[in-house]
């Protein structure tokens, strides 16, 4: 298997703190007046939703879900398996899952059609980074960060088998 590394920063953690700032403003208008609980998907998702909750001026509450990744491949299997589900109900609640990246789009499909079952008030989808042109089944998010070119990234809670998360920066993984 070649070696990966981190070849570029892709966006600074100054862009990613103004984005995050704006979608906090844009999310809190939309919500004013209501309760939202947001569901943050582990583990890639978790330093996007510490940021963002408090940048959300609307009363929030949080809960988390861990769904199959890709283990130590780059590629989505299509499989999805939730590894821990929901600690709350969600019956009647306005509810933004909280994703790190959307790409083929078949773990957020699984998870909306799940959690949807469950009869929430609403549903929506916020995800920080977003890259389209992988997408293979039909799905959007309501909010997205960035869109971003058809490369792996790491940092900012995104990992390559569980490494780089700690970067303050999205970066882009190359290899040797
Ligand atoms: P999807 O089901 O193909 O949309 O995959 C979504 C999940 O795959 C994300 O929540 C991430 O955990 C992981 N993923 C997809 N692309 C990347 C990437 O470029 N870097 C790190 N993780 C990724």
New binding site residues.
Partial sequence: MPEKYVERVLLTKDEIQKRVISLGQQISNDYAGKELLLIC?LK?AVVFLSDLMREITVPVFIDFMAVS??GAATE?SGIVRILKDLDCSIDNRHCLIV??????????LYLKENLLSRKPASLKIVTLLD?PDRRRVDIEPDYCGFRIADE???GYG???NERYRFLPDVCVLGEK
């Fill in positions: 998907v890639g990744s890709y989505s994703e790190d990246i959307i790409d083929t789009g078949l773990t957020l890259k792996f990234v790491v995104l990992d390559f």
